[in-house]
């Protein structure tokens, strides 16, 4: 498929998904929302990706949020089908992947921008980088997950404050709150980030799958993170993975996982 809002490259294991609509500070509309999935889908079913990081181009946004002009004059309707219609192809979406997601913040990460940055399993920030919820301030409420993810992330108080107010925070205090687990100078950002991906792929891919699965079970309405701790555990006996970690440790040597 060709992309006209994104760029998805492979090489080593990593794939790279760069936001590329720098005119209008990579905003989401409908296109990008819509290619994103499909490179993430992509990427997942590939054998060779291991991780994937998602980042914005240039330096001055990450994401600044869903792209405003498109939904402007929107029915309640058209806004509720936007909201879940976004949430199953993106947002939901990268959080259940069964593949690692870096997002890479290099710059302004707000509203839809925030919450695609938070439903990658964690984050890494450049100095510069600007979040925040300000979707109050349009006159309507995050829509893509981030009432839930903010919360789960930093606390419901702060959570409060920061869609409240609107208000953008910088790195160091995004760092402070847990929302980003390391900062960057926006030099170091990419390579800073593939390190952390290349210490992930040294692991066995479905043993990461099954914990993201487990992580994310405990956030879920009406599941049981243990109960599915459970499942998850047993199901890792079965793969040759396991077999390779267990037999690699006892015979002291390096596993070569399959990722089988
Ligand atoms: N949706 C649509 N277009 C957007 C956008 C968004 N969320 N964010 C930025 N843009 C566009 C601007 O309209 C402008 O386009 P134009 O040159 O055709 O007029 C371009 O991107 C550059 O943005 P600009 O506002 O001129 O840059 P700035 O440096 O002055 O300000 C921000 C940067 C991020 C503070 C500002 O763009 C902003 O507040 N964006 C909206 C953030 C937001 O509310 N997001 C939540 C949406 S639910």
């Avoid at 499909?38 to 946004?61: P, Y």
């Avoid at 992330?153 to 925070?169: N, P, Q, S, V």
């Avoid at 980003?180 to 799958?209: C, G, P, W, Y």
């Avoid at 405990?218 to 396991?242: K, L, P, S, Y």
Wanted: glycine content about 10%; charged content about 20%.
């Amino acid at each position: 498929m060709n992309f006209n809002n994104i760029i998805s490259e492979t090489t080593k294991g990593l794939t790279t998904i760069i936001i590329n609509r720098p005119s209008k500070l990579n905003a989401l509309n409908e296109e990008t929302i819509n290619e994103l999935h499909h490179a993430f889908k992509t990427a997942e079913q590939d054998r060779n990706t291991k991780v994937i990081i998602i980042t914005g181009t240039g330096e001055k946004a990450f994401v600044a949020g869903a792209d405003i002009s498109e939904f402007a004059d929107f029915s309640v309707a058209e806004g509720e089908n936007l909201a879940s219609k976004g949430q199953a192809l993106l947002f939901d979406f990268v959080a259940n992947l069964s593949t690692p997601v870096i997002a890479a913040i290099n710059g302004f990460a707000l509203g839809g921008g925030l919450e695609l940055a938070m439903a990658a399993h964690f984050r890494i920030a450049s100095d510069n980088a600007k979040m925040g919820l300000p979707e109050v301030s349009l006159g309507v409420i995050p829509g893509y997950g981030g009432t839930q993810r903010l919360p789960q992330l930093i606390g419901k108080g702060r959570a409060m404050e920061m869609i409240m107010t609107a208000g953008m925070i910088d790195a160091d205090t995004a760092h402070k709150f847990g929302l980003v687990n390391h900062v960057t100078t926006q030099e170091e950002l990419m390579e800073f980030s593939q390190k952390i991906a290349s210490k992930i792929m040294r692991n066995s891919s479905v043993a990461i799958a099954s914990a993201i699965a487990a992580i994310n079970a405990g956030f879920e309405e009406g599941e049981n993170g243990f109960d599915a701790e459970v499942i998850q555990f047993g199901i890792c006996f079965g793969t040759v993975d396991f077999k390779e970690g267990t037999s690699a440790f006892l015979e002291k040597r390096r596993a070569d996982f399959p990722g089988e």
